[in-house]
């Protein structure tokens, strides 16, 4: 008999919640053969075998959350699954192992904060030991920095002494809990009321993509220093282009031209006029990372939560590849297929909440990114032009930027520009 555990399914990633399990006892497996569905982070992901044999006990169900090392089945190596008339299933191809990039934690964890909390005294004994030595998550690692722990004082949980996230944030609040400076304790979370004194409460554990969510939120909102610029885009003549574009795109058997694939083709044009837009924030080094590339995010609503698939070179496609990218994007987004990679490396993100409703809304930053633009539901309005009320198609737009990069002199100029390209639709073929 032998123990089977979760391998490890890429650089920063710790375990997930199990979507399904694809073996039951008795069943014949083959290396690299399918045995779990996992979702991580924000990827669904197929765990594959790591040898042959027949499997004798499941040691984790649907539903529940694993950690890389954790057994996740018993197997006898090499044995026939019993029973008659019982043939070998092909072996499906060998599921690659996920792309291991640093950007995957960036979407997730911020870097080192510019200035260290206090409040957390580090022992000088601990300073002697070789940090590098220490078994521990890049991910754990990163947010020991961020709260200015020394590393090398925690005791992992994991397998042989492996340090988490968990562990990391444990320590510091045991930390906090002797230390002084009232506002410093803010670092770990505000502990809850217990609500069941005043009527009943049930209680659900996140989903992977609804932690992931919680926390990069809290970061991008503790991180960037933000900033809410808004104004209104009169649309009423490029929705009469879009409308004739989508049904040429309709009759060639394409997605339809949609309002979010213009402001792209807009966004992509406003962040090479305005440079500081497509950058990123290093103040651990104290530069500004200015992107050559033109990748825009697009926010898309799942029944898992907000996932924000990235739309590459948008500056040189057209629209209707813009639109096709868009359509496939969203799909792939909602049937659980997207990959880690194909959420990272944004310039910006667009997040449209127009066929929602409601009115404008200011998002939050996608850290470590320095702008997102919000697009609000557009309405017919009267708009005073030339001495008279006319109907006019009007758009609320939001543009949210970091302050640290982005002043507020060029986000309003930037918000402008994209509202005047947007209303002149030849400008948005031009790349600056």
């Known amino acids: 008999m032998a123990d089977m555990k ?31 569905e996992l979702e991580t982070d924000k990827a669904t992901v197929e765990v594959p075998s790591s040898a042959d044999g027949v499997v004798k006990e499941i040691k984790v169900k649907a539903g529940e959350k694993v950690k890389v090392g954790q057994t996740i089945l018993v197997y006898e190596e090499g044995q026939k699954a019993e029973g008659k008339g019982q043939t070998e299933a092909p072996a499906p191809k060998a599921v690659p192992e996920p792309k291991r990039k640093a950007e995957v934690v960036e979407m997730t964890r911020p870097k080192a904060a510019p200035a260290p909390p206090p409040a957390i005294a580090v022992p000088a004994t601990a300073v002697a030991i070789d940090p590098s030595a220490i078994a521990a998550a890049p991910s754990a690692r990163r947010l020991a920095r961020e709260l200015a722990v ?28 002797g230390a002084s400076g009232g506002a410093r304790s803010a670092v770990a979370a505000a502990p809850l009321p217990d609500f069941s004194h005043w009527g009943p409460v049930e209680r659900k554990p996140m989903s992977g993509v609804r932690r992931t969510t919680a926390h990069r939120l809290t970061q991008a909102w503790s991180q960037v220093p933000h900033v809410f610029q808004m104004d209104r885009a009169d649309i009423t003549q490029v929705e009469l282009l879009r409308k004739k574009l989508s049904k040429k795109a309709e009759g060639e058997g394409r997605a339809p031209i949609t309002i979010t694939a213009f402001l792209m083709k807009v966004l992509a044009a406003a962040i090479k006029k305005f440079p500081q837009a497509n950058s990123s924030v290093d103040l651990q080094n104290e530069e500004i990372v200015y992107k050559q590339y033109v990748h825009i995010g697009v926010a898309v609503d799942t029944d898992r939560g907000l996932l924000v698939p990235v739309i590459r070179d948008i500056d040189k496609k057209d629209l209707f590849q813009i639109a096709e990218d868009i359509a496939q994007a969203a799909e792939k987004a909602r049937n659980r297929k997207l990959s880690l990679d194909d959420m990272q490396g944004a310039s910006i993100t667009i997040s449209n909440l127009g066929s929602l409703g409601g009115g404008a809304f200011t998002p939050i930053v996608n850290w470590p990114e320095v702008a997102i633009l919000g697009v609000s539901r557009a309405r017919m309005e009267p708009v005073f032009v030339d001495g008279e009320f006319v109907p006019r198609f009007m758009m609320p737009l939001t543009l949210s930027y970091d302050h640290r990069v982005i002043d507020g002199a060029d986000g309003v100029r930037m918000l402008r520009w994209i509202v005047e390209a947007v209303e002149q639709p030849a400008l948005i073929w031009l790349d600056a």
């Open 6 to 36: 979760l391998p490890e399914l890429g650089e920063n990633i710790e375990g997930g919640d199990i979507l399904r399990v694809m073996v039951k006892p008795g069943d014949q497996i083959k290396k690299d053969q399918p045995i779990l």
């Open 150 to 177: 020394n590393i090398a004082e925690i005791h992992g949980s994991g397998p042989g002494g492996r340090i988490s996230m968990d562990d990391v944030t444990a320590h510091a609040r045991r930390l906090l809990s």
